[in-house]
């Protein structure tokens, strides 16, 4: 239906408040939502985004459950990781650090080394999706059940059975999943495809590919394709499949090149900068857009040669503009070879017009503007986001039938019409609860059709949704939607937070997916806790019913209720960083976080107080902006601050309005410290990492930071961007990198050799690692969701005698004494250990065993709290959770 005119505007706007708060405040939605409703039903819930059609009452709070600045997380991450030396972010160096992974894993393999005991458990989530930018139905399935799916973040995916209710998928490529796949297609009547990587939307640096690449075989193993290694190839945007010659072509930021053997070799056929869209017309004729971030035009050939294209904007009576405008979505109708649709962006990053040709490009006319009002004429549906979000597509048998998708789906179903009297619906909304079968995710980036016009599948930011109805109407009740997420794990955490004493609840941040809440084991769904970006968000350790999340820049949310409701503390919307570096220390209740360039925010009493607790701390002249704290486990009222001048920072006193601050390291110029573990046993032990490309990256420290040496030893020249420090083995570590997770035996300098995991988080991003109390370690990657071990750190420490010796301990909690029972007779000596929540060993004592049980008194003075209780006896070693009380 058509929401502009749909009636009772005040009450529709009463009901969009009511859904907008449940939203904003993470209260879960009815899950009895009727499947089919009422035209009037539905206005109801769409208008939920009347305001940004109309703009009636101006900014909403609730607009922080949208993430709307994509290029500020990728402008940030692009300075965190750029190569200080070139001033670029060479990805194309992770070619040789996946070569170097796959060496290391055959060595592990054929060894038995360590890692082959180091088992991962994917945590998902299940049903949350990240960014999909493109979308293939495989031509060799007649069923059309076959979909791939390109993730920014998450590399390849496939389902052969995707238009069941229950979908299920499969990561395809193991480096692919590194890569930002941004175009996907198959050479017709042939088991070659081809993908092409490099998210090049932006005008930063972007999300750089690898070229290129090839599978001969359907789709079951892929290569890169060597002619495409190279700078020419960073950025692909779109590609295109010959369905006669075979000729393959890729639109790029340097121009369209065309290979007309396979991949083998490639020619610039049309040299316009910054190429967006390649389609091909039903009579094969070819039209291409390029101008992103800057004018150029529509581009038409026949035969695709240099020198044998058109540009159509100067044509004279074209009726396309020549100037004022960048991006150019392209849409050709598969049914009528006259008809090409083009959407464009104007200077502003927001819709210039829609046009429509009927005579194959020769003239264009501007139609009706998806989403206007009479009020609001200039109505926006892309966000001022046309960068970024920008898709159209016709159906296979209906040129008339035109979808676009920018922040939320339009579609008119009369585009033959006079062009400005096409009328336009708007078919779904980001806002709505996730049950709505009109809830489709924001900022979408692909639409392709099935065999027939009712079948649709679109691609965005939270993954990818289908449509059985696309063309009906059902009287206003169609079309509808549905997520096809299940099982696609492509969700892109920036960080994690792990629940003291429940071994399934976690929290973890994720880009434009808010902060997701984890309750179950193994794979599994999650639940919303907050929307928007989520960023870095911390579980109190000694009273985990506060919990934290945050937004961009400084502002929190706080729970009170173990993450039941949490409650808004805008510090700050402008100052700190997009995905705001910080900590939290559970001890003092205090969030100390990025406040800009020589300073920090201290967040006192952060359980019960609001902003007035959260003021600006010193760091002093020339010290750079903090890029990452770590709360120090031992030393009360100390943190530690890397900054993107490559310091390291001491600051002692850290809440008081005093701070004493101590320059630890000064790293290399143009450097960013990404991660600073402290040694939970011995707070003089530091290892130090750092993000760039193209600088050392791993640092140790065995006195206090006063001298460092690198141990970046055998590590690929990548960005590092966490490390923990084996509680039960100072010289053990492990580090999250851009091609996943890494581990050492022994920090040894120069000599000091890395091995990559052999399952788990495999060659994709991660972001942070954090441990539990009990060993658990968790990963947060950026594209392949949560991972966890309960080996920690090595196999070794497994192999070592870790067992089920412990039955039971009691009392549990336990005041000045803990028995406990063991599962068979033990003589002679144990040794009995306690270690708190950080890891750090609090007790050691041995003691004598008699037969089945093993009782120690435990120290005076000790907190109230979560204790880890641990027993060796010979080649043994056990573990039991306790409560001291």
């Not at 009901?15 to 899950?31: K, N, T």
């Not at 907190?863 to 641990?870: E, F, Q, T």
Request: hydrophobic share 35%; with cysteine.
């Amino acid at each position: 239906m058509n929401f502009s005119t749909s009636p009772k505007k005040a009450l529709l706007w009463l009901a969009s408040l009511v859904v907008v708060f449940a939203a904003y405040f993470g209260l879960h939605r009815s899950s009895t939502l009727p499947d089919t409703m009422t035209p009037e039903a539905r206005a109801k819930l769409v208008q939920v985004s009347e305001k940004e059609r109309e703009g009636e009452e101006g900014e909403y709070e609730e607009e922080e459950d949208k993430a709307d600045r994509p290029d500020l997380a990728l402008e940030q991450d692009a300075e965190l990781t750029r190569d200080p030396n070139t001033l670029t972010v060479p990805r194309e160096r992770l070619v040789a650090a996946f070569a170097y992974n796959e060496a290391q894993r055959a060595q592990a393999r054929l060894s038995g080394g360590m890692l082959s005991a180091a088992s991962w458990v994917e945590r998902g989530p299940t049903n949350v999706g990240g960014r999909i930018r493109s979308l293939l139905l495989d031509p060799a399935d007649a069923t059309g059940n076959t979909l791939w799916a390109g993730a920014v973040g998450g590399g390849l995916w496939k389902s052969t059975n995707a238009m069941s209710t229950t979908p299920s998928w499969t990561n395809v490529n193991g480096f692919l999943s590194n890569l930002a796949v941004t175009a996907i297609v198959a050479d017709p009547g042939t088991a070659t495809r081809y993908c092409g990587t490099g998210e090049g939307f932006f005008n930063a640096d972007a999300i750089q590919g690898a070229g290129v690449w090839k599978s001969t075989d359907g789709g079951a193993t892929w290569s890169q394709l060597a002619a495409t290694n190279n700078s020419n190839f960073y950025y692909i945007q779109k590609m295109a499949v010959h369905p006669v010659t075979h000729d393959v072509y890729a639109a790029t930021r340097t121009g369209l090149y065309r290979s007309q053997n396979g991949g083998g070799s490639w020619t610039l056929v049309l040299a316009s900068s910054r190429v967006t869209d390649i389609e091909l017309a039903a009579d094969n004729t070819l039209f291409v857009s390029a101008g992103l971030s800057a004018a150029d035009g529509i581009y038409r050939s026949t035969r695709g040669d240099l020198g044998s294209w058109t540009k159509l904007n100067t044509l004279a009576g074209s009726g396309l503009p020549t100037s004022g405008y960048e991006r150019i979505e392209l849409s050709c109708a598969p049914s009528d070879a006259n008809r090409v649709y083009a959407v464009f962006e104007n200077t502003s990053n927001g819709l210039l017009n829609v046009y429509r040709s009927m005579d194959k490009g020769t003239t264009w006319e501007v139609t009706s503007r998806p989403g206007a009002t009479a009020t609001n004429p200039t109505f926006d549906f892309t966000n001022g986001q046309a960068w970024y979000n920008l898709i159209s597509a016709v159906a296979p048998t209906d040129p008339d039938l035109l979808y676009v998708g920018g922040l939320d789906i339009y579609r008119t179903k009369n585009a033959d019409t006079l062009a400005a009297s096409i009328t336009w619906e708007k078919e779904t909304g980001w806002s709505l609860p996730t049950t709505s079968p009109y809830y489709v995710h924001a900022d979408n980036h692909a639409i392709i059709f099935g065999a027939t016009n009712d079948i649709a599948f679109f691609g965005n930011d939270g993954g990818v949704f289908l449509s059985r109805d696309a063309s009906q109407t059902n009287g206003g009740n169609s079309p509808t939607f549905s997520s096809l997420n299940r099982g696609l794990n492509v969700t892109q955490f920036y960080a994690v937070a792990a629940h003291p004493t429940n071994p399934n609840y976690y929290l973890a941040g994720a880009q434009d997916n808010g902060t997701q809440k984890f309750t179950t084991a193994g794979l599994g769904t999650t639940t919303v806790a907050t929307g928007g970006d989520g960023g870095f968000c911390f579980i109190d350790q000694l009273n985990p019913s506060y919990q934290f999340t945050s937004y961009v820049y400084n502002q929190y949310r706080r729970s009170s209720n173990g993450g039941a409701s949490f409650a808004t503390i805008n510090i700050s919307s402008t100052v700190g960083q997009f995905i705001n570096s910080c900590d939290y220390d559970s001890k003092l209740k205090t969030l100390y976080a990025s406040y800009g360039s020589g300073t920090y925010l201290a967040w006192l009493n952060a359980h019960t107080s609001g902003t007035a607790n959260a003021t600006p701390r010193s760091l002093g002249t020339g010290t750079g902006t903090p890029t990452h704290f770590t709360v120090s486990k031992t030393v009360r009222n100390r943190v530690y601050i890397g900054t993107n001048s490559g310091r390291i920072l001491r600051v002692d006193s850290a809440s008081t309005t005093s701070p004493i601050v101590s320059t630890l390291r000064i790293g290399s110029s143009g450097t960013s410290v990404s991660c600073i573990a402290v040694d939970p046993n011995d707070e003089t032990h530091l290892l130090a990492t750092y993000s760039n490309y193209g600088t050392a990256s791993v640092f140790e420290s065995i006195d206090a930071g006063v001298t460092w040496t690198n141990v970046e030893g055998s590590l690929p020249d990548m960005p590092v961007r966490w490390a923990l420090i084996d509680p039960s083995n100072r010289r053990r570590a492990m580090l999250a990198t851009e091609m996943g997770v890494y581990t050492t035996e022994q920090l040894d300098g120069s000599g000091t050799s890395w091995t990559p995991a052999n399952n788990g988080p495999v060659n994709v991003r991660v972001d942070m690692l954090r441990m539990r109390p009990d060993g658990m370690v968790v990963a947060a990657t950026h594209g392949r969701g949560l991972f966890t071990t309960d080996v920690v750190l090595s196999a070794k420490k497994a192999s070592a005698g870790a067992s089920n010796l412990i039955s039971n301990a009691y009392p549990n909690p336990f005041d000045q004494q803990v028995t406990m029972e063991l599962a068979r007779p033990v003589s002679g000596r144990v040794q009995v250990s306690l270690l708190d929540v950080s890891g750090r060993q609090v007790m050691s004592t041995a003691v004598a065993a008699s037969g089945r049980s093993v009782t120690v008194a435990t120290p005076a003075g000790l907190a109230a709290g979560v204790y880890i209780l641990k027993v060796q006896a010979g080649k043994e070693t056990a573990t039991k959770r306790v409560l001291h009380k």
